[in-house]
């Protein structure tokens, strides 16, 4: 069963940062595909960025260079959101799949976590 908890979300001031957590529990195996999308009234859930076993980062325009995804051992991504800007406000999910990314942004990951609200204001 696998479980994915996010944290580290709350109220920052635009150009501020903050860095987001996701622990990860009862994934197995070495294939992964995980990533951080986020979600506000005013769009759909965007892919924010993703990692790959390989090491491969993708990242949504509008955070690159801003923001840096990566996997701090087997049980946590994290997520580092430097100058910060109010649209960047929204719930972020963590994901995971044992899929590639090429294939998983296309049909969707398995797991999702419950999300961590970030407001930038």
């Known amino acids: ?3 994915l908890v996010e944290s580290g979300g709350g109220l920052v001031q635009p150009g501020g940062s903050l860095r987001l ?9 070495r294939r992964f595909c995980m990533g951080w999308f986020r979600q506000n009234p005013a769009e759909e859930r ?17 955070v690159e260079g801003r923001f840096a995804i990566s996997r701090d051992g087997p049980k946590t991504l994290s997520l580092v959101m430097n100058n910060l ?24 990951f398995d797991y999702w976590g419950q999300g961590t609200q970030v407001t930038v204001s």
């Not at 957590?21 to 195996?29: E, F, L, N, P, R």
């Not at 965007?46 to 090491?55: C, E, F, L, P």
């Open 46 to 62: 965007t892919g924010v960025a993703i990692i790959d076993s390989y090491g491969n980062l993708r990242y949504g325009d509008s």
């Open 1 to 3: 069963h696998v479980q």
């Open 21 to 29: 957590s996701c622990a990860v529990s009862g994934y197995s195996g």
């Open 85 to 108: 800007k109010s649209e960047d406000t929204g719930v972020y999910y963590c994901a995971a799949d044992h899929g590639q990314c090429g294939v998983v942004v296309r049909f969707g």
